[in-house]
């Protein structure tokens, strides 16, 4: 048996959980409504405060399709509850950003500024100017808009200069050395 597909989804206060005949798992709570469409071939039950997931089948494609699928949901319960963030650091001379509404203004070495819309269910903080926080319930569209903003200028080797995660180690590389 699958040791993340076996272990039961716990349902907070609060969050309550709708699987329709298609298998369409709907998942409401305090911070909003999330939806993943299941594979037919897995059952998803509600025992008491808690979500079963169950396979036919011990094969291959059945197994990974039982862990996933409970992963997903327990990310769609702890969304709809707690959030999920992503933090980001901007390494550089004059590199900032700013958070003012649903925009995020950064001023990355460019000519111009680069602007970015915030989606629905995702949000942006600026708690220094050095650092932008993404903060959202769809945990994959979190770090989705989290990797877009770090493609805009990825930490270089050198000095290490760009968009970073937090926390995140750069490799860096030794600069030429004057051979006379």
């Given at each position: 048996?699958?040791?993340?597909?076996?272990?039961?989804?716990?349902?907070?206060?609060?969050?309550?959980?709708?699987?329709?005949?298609?298998?369409?798992?709907?998942?409401?709570?305090?911070?909003?409504?999330?939806?993943?469409?299941?594979?037919?071939?897995?059952?998803?039950?509600?025992?008491?405060?808690?979500?079963v997931l169950t396979r036919p089948t011990d094969?291959?494609?059945?197994?990974?399709?039982?862990?996933?699928?409970?992963?997903?949901?327990?990310?769609?319960?702890?969304?709809?509850?707690?959030?999920?963030?992503?933090?980001?650091?901007?390494?550089?001379?004059?590199?900032?950003?700013?958070?003012?509404?649903?925009?995020?203004?950064?001023?990355?070495?460019?000519?111009?500024?680069v602007i970015l819309n915030a989606p629905t269910?995702?949000?942006?903080?600026?708690?220094?100017?050095?650092?932008?926080?993404?903060?959202?319930?769809?945990?994959?569209?979190?770090?989705?808009?989290?990797?877009?903003?770090?493609?805009?200028?990825?930490?270089?080797?050198?000095?290490?200069?760009?968009?970073?995660?937090?926390?995140?180690?750069?490799?860096?590389?030794?600069?030429?050395?004057?051979?006379?």
């Open positions: 048996m699958s040791r993340i597909g076996k272990l039961p989804v716990a349902l907070p206060v609060g969050v309550t959980v709708d699987v329709s005949a298609e298998n369409l798992v709907t998942v409401k709570g305090p911070k909003g409504t999330l939806a993943q469409q299941v594979n037919p071939d897995i059952t998803v039950k509600q025992d008491g405060e808690a979500l094969n291959k494609p059945h197994k990974a399709m039982h862990g996933l699928y409970r992963a997903l949901i327990n990310n769609m319960v702890t969304g709809v509850t707690t959030g999920f963030s992503k933090g980001l650091e901007l390494v550089g001379t004059g590199y900032r950003a700013s958070a003012q509404g649903g925009t995020l203004t950064i001023n990355i070495g460019f000519s111009h500024p269910n995702i949000s942006f903080e600026t708690p220094a100017p050095t650092r932008i926080i993404v903060r959202g319930i769809d945990k994959q569209q979190v770090g989705s808009i989290a990797a877009d903003i770090r493609a805009i200028r990825k930490p270089e080797p050198y000095l290490g200069k760009g968009i970073k995660y937090e926390g995140e180690i750069i490799r860096r590389k030794e600069g030429k050395t004057g051979k006379k």
